[in-house]
């Protein structure tokens, strides 16, 4: 098992941002590849940023690429999400996720472990 806590978010100007932490326990996390998604109000899931356990491989949604970054510290089994520059349509709950497995993938259905979420609400 695998114990995900997200922190961090908050309520925030356009072109603002946040930083949003994600603290793990359990099993081994350092190994497993991970990633953040959101879900905004009546919308589907969506992929938002994802790391491999080395950080040797990382990807990034279109509508965020260049403006936020996902970074882990695996002697703090610690994730984390810098969002810079965020606008309205950036406003959703965000959840970090772990995968038990070293392939990176972008599909939520995929991931094993899920933390509680946290809301980033964006104003114009």
């Known amino acids: 098992q695998v114990q995900l806590v997200e922190s961090g978010g908050g309520l925030v100007q356009a072109g603002g941002s946040l930083r949003l932490s994600c603290a793990a326990s359990?099993?081994?996390?350092?190994?497993?590849?991970k990633g953040w998604f959101r879900q905004a109000p009546g919308k589907e899931r969506e992929f938002v940023a994802a790391?491999?356990?080395?950080?040797?491989?990382?990807y990034y949604a279109e509508s965020v690429k260049g403006r936020f970054t996902i970074s882990i510290d695996n002697a703090k089994n610690t994730m984390y999400l810098q969002m810079n520059n965020l606008k309205p349509e950036d406003t959703a709950v965000y959840y970090c996720?772990?995968?038990?497995?070293?392939?990176?993938?972008?599909?939520?259905?995929?991931?094993?472990?899920w933390g509680q979420g946290t809301q980033v609400t964006v104003s114009s």
């Open positions: 996720a772990v995968r038990m497995g070293v392939v990176v993938t972008t599909e939520h259905q995929t991931y094993n472990y």
């Open positions: 790391i491999s356990w080395s950080a040797g491989s990382i």
């Open positions: 359990g099993r081994t996390f350092n190994t497993f590849a």
